[in-house]
């Protein structure tokens, strides 16, 4: 038997599975998305508060993961697990585990990395997954977790890319460069589309002026995200580990005929989307991946904005509905017409010097006085 704990532990609400053997198992991730999140302090003290209350019946400890290629310091600690007898210091366990990861290239730098991280994102069991790779609307949920650690996130990853520039980086510190800043976008994004959002709430259709300056600062922020998803999908481009080329590959090395390669192809592309034919289980599966981010959900994010734009100038609600219809219909066409494109399955570009410009031009910057007068 499985028990998954921390958010709902089963174990301690049925007396131990009533004497039955069973193992502690975590399940951290839905669908593969890949935003930073886990509770490495509960991971670390869960299984062994289960295996000595009194009575217990817990044999060992496990995974139920639906996807592992995302946050894999999570993984290593909760595999680690099966070995401790009591519960490790999280503090001195990461001190090894970038030593571990990285190798010579391990630092005070990583190691004060991996302490912010764990101040910042790796206390928490709820994951925030990216505003990018869902449908767009005006009454998205507010991600509140990657606004409160976006100044930590940010520090984090300034270290990493300092011990990164001091040293010759191996496989993983470059796939930890590229995730950290990947959510430093993510997290600046959540701040542009949610002033999108009050831009456009601010129009009063009675009001011209309202709607002048309303539709000014809508293009301003419609136009910021959509260069913000391009940058980050140059951003991921870099690193072999975020190519939706490589993953469109290998489902088509398992293809003997062209039909089968086409079949695998779009079963690939479906996975990632709509999984199933008319998006049954829309977005669960998302993936900010080179070549899916520029190509799917940039078209997405430019049609929302369009709409808004359109809405204002002509002085018509927006109405998410009849989005909504259109951009499944859209979507549903994109897998087809995609069906035979071939995507990057080798990294484009340098990451460090892609990295250092994005610094340069998202970190520093006040995001709410774009489109406002100096």
């Not at 193992?23 to 000595?52: E, Q, T, V």
């Not at 009591?86 to 391990?106: F, H, I, M, N």
């Amino acid at each position: 038997m499985c028990s998954s704990d921390l958010l709902e532990p089963v174990w301690s609400k049925t007396k131990s599975y009533y004497g039955k053997a069973f193992i502690w198992c975590m399940l951290h991730n839905f669908g593969g998305n890949r935003d930073l999140y886990g509770n490495l302090p509960g991971i670390a003290s869960s299984p062994i508060k289960s295996r000595h209350t009194p009575g217990s019946t817990m044999v060992g400890t496990g995974l139920t993961m639906e996807a592992i290629e995302q946050n894999p310091v999570v993984y290593e600690l909760m595999t680690d697990m099966g070995w401790f007898e009591t519960s490790p210091p999280v503090e001195l366990w990461l001190q090894d585990y970038q030593k571990q990861r990285y190798g010579k290239a391990a630092s005070s730098d990583t190691q004060q990395a991996w302490q912010l991280l764990l101040d910042g994102v790796y206390k928490s069991d709820y994951m925030t997954d990216s505003a990018i790779t869902h449908t767009p609307s005006l009454k998205m949920p507010t991600r509140s977790q990657a606004l409160a650690n976006f100044t930590t996130t940010i520090n984090a990853w300034r270290h990493m890319y300092r011990a990164a520039l001091n040293s010759q980086p191996n496989g993983p510190m470059y796939y930890d460069l590229c995730d950290l800043l990947r959510q430093v976008l993510v997290n600046h994004f959540e701040d542009v589309r949610r002033l999108q959002a009050m831009a456009y709430n601010a129009w009063v259709p009675s009001m011209p002026t309202s709607g002048e300056e309303s539709l000014q600062l809508v293009r301003a922020y419609s136009e910021a995200a959509a260069n913000l998803i391009i940058d980050l999908d140059n951003l991921l481009g870099t690193n072999i580990n975020y190519l939706l080329g490589q993953w469109l590959a290998d489902a088509q090395s398992w293809a003997q005929t062209p039909f089968e390669r086409d079949l695998n192809q779009f079963n690939a592309l479906n996975q990632l989307t709509l999984w199933g034919p008319n998006g049954e289980i829309n977005d669960y599966a998302a993936k900010e991946w080179s070549g899916l981010v520029k190509s799917y959900y940039l078209e997405r994010w430019v049609m929302f904005s369009a709409e808004l734009e359109v809405a204002i100038a002509t002085g018509q609600t927006f109405d998410q509905g009849a989005f909504d219809a259109a951009l499944l219909k859209r979507d549903i066409s994109w897998q087809y017409a995609q069906n035979s494109t071939t995507w990057p399955s080798q990294p484009v570009g340098n990451q460090m010097l892609i990295s250092g410009l994005l610094h340069d031009k998202y970190v520093d910057v006040d995001i709410s006085k774009i489109g406002r007068a100096s």
